[in-house]
């Protein structure tokens, strides 16, 4: 599957999250008024935590990692509109390497839970952790690129 088929497949999968669960709107209570708050100020690992049992956090922490996932793609779209044939091809490289790192880092930590319940919550986790710390770097090398 290509990149851009990814991304479509990611936008979409959210899009049914957010419908179907009323925990995903776009928007939070802050004191009296609501307001627009992008999935990467989100505050995953509550959300997370809040499920009632391991299978419920397993759940959630699912959400929030295709909610994260969207949200990387809906970046990378958004740049490489901005970059030429090359610069694309170079970007989709690193998000193709990065997306190999995350799982197998996932993995890895995972495995310290190898035949327990709580080694799929611990990859859930893992995973929410680094899609945060993708979208950040993301927006950092799009940032660095503009001022080299």
């Given at each position: 599957?290509n990149?851009h ?55 959630r ?28 091809k ?14 197998s ?9 190898r ?34």
């Open positions: 599957m990149f088929a990814k991304c479509v497949i990611g936008v979409f999968a959210v899009a049914v999250i957010v419908y179907l669960s009323p925990t995903f709107g776009a928007r939070v209570t802050d004191g009296e008024a609501e307001v627009d708050v992008p999935p990467e100020q989100r505050d995953w690992h509550t959300y997370i935590s809040g499920g009632e049992t391991n299978l419920d956090m397993k759940m922490a699912s959400e929030a990692r295709d909610a994260l996932a969207a949200r990387i793609d809906a970046i990378l779209i958004s740049q490489k509109k901005e970059l030429d044939a090359e610069a694309v170079l970007l989709e490289t690193n998000q193709d390497a990065w997306l190999v790192y995350a799982k880092k996932a993995e890895y930590m995972a495995d310290a839970y035949g327990g319940s709580h080694s799929g919550l611990e990859y859930g986790y893992v995973l929410v952790g680094m899609h945060l710390e993708r979208v950040a770097e993301l927006k950092q090398m799009h940032e660095d690129r503009q001022t080299p």
